[in-house]
């Protein structure tokens, strides 16, 4: 691939200290501002590579390299919420701008913003056993834009949410990232969701975890329903469904995907 990084990984593998082998010469080059998703059976090691991009686990071979963005210009948006119970949502966004000593008139212009963006006004001082589970997503999400990220990594966010809240985030997240042009490394198990929101969507194979396709989504943004009733959306969700079969199978990484 030749088009300019944001993030390379380079022959990227990990082996935990029983042996497993989590990623075994993962390759994979992500453009400024693209949109990208990692799908595959559980245990392929799909969290494992945001875990290593954002340095939360070392690598056992290769490396991570930096581009056009930072690594301080990172956020991460996990599988749970993770909200603090005994702190207001204003206080559970304010978390990463106390822990970098940003000063409280700029911190609470930032937090206003950062809710405004997903739509949570008027909520500053509500508690998350007052709200639902995609707003309680929406409270964790605030909390990684108030930093104003350039790469944004998120590990299955909508994955307990029901079909609705869930269709309805992806719409918001599709929106934020047409006006913020963040780059985005998104881990999910659902095809539709993968093909809905994705430029490219990468699929893994397990045992050891690697990358066995990366399928370009040449469909126009914004997209919308009716994208996902279209026949592009199936053939490209058909596309998607056959390289995972096939990977649950045991096909071997494509070979070309060696020479990045």
């Not at 006004?121 to 605030?142: D, F, T, W």
């Not at 969700?237 to 071997?252: F, I, K, N, T, Y």
Request: with cysteine.
């Amino acid at each position: 691939m030749t088009f300019p990084s944001a993030i390379r990984l380079r022959h990227v593998g990990k082996t935990y200290a029983n042996g497993t082998v989590a990623l075994d010469d993962v390759n994979l080059a992500i453009a400024p501002t693209e949109f990208v998703s990692l799908v595959g059976p559980s245990g392929c090691g799909k969290s494992t590579v945001l875990r290593l991009i954002a340095g939360l686990s070392p690598l056992t071979t290769g490396d991570v390299q930096w581009g056009d963005i930072s690594r301080d210009r990172l956020s991460f948006v996990f599988q749970d919420a993770s909200l603090m119970p005994w702190a207001t949502v204003q206080d559970n966004v304010r978390l990463p701008l106390r822990l970098a000593g940003v000063p409280k008139p700029k911190a609470e212009a930032a937090i206003a913003n950062a809710l405004s963006m997903v739509d949570l006004q008027g909520y500053e001082r509500a508690y998350p056993r007052q709200l639902s589970g995609g707003m309680k997503m929406r409270v964790s999400i605030a909390r990684s834009l108030v930093t104003q990220p350039s790469l944004m990594l998120m590990d299955e966010p909508f994955g307990a949410l029901d079909e609705m809240t869930r269709s309805r985030l992806n719409s918001d997240i599709l929106h934020l990232w047409e006006t913020q042009r963040w780059t985005v490394v998104f881990v999910t198990h659902n095809i539709y969701e993968a093909v809905y929101l994705s430029q490219r969507v990468v699929v893994m194979a397990a045992r050891p975890g690697r990358i066995v396709a990366d399928i370009a989504i040449d469909a126009p943004y914004p997209r919308n329903d009716a994208f996902r009733t279209s026949p592009l959306f199936n053939d490209y969700c058909r596309d998607v469904a056959q390289q995972l079969a096939e990977a649950s199978l045991g096909m071997p990484p494509l070979a070309d995907l060696r020479q990045i």
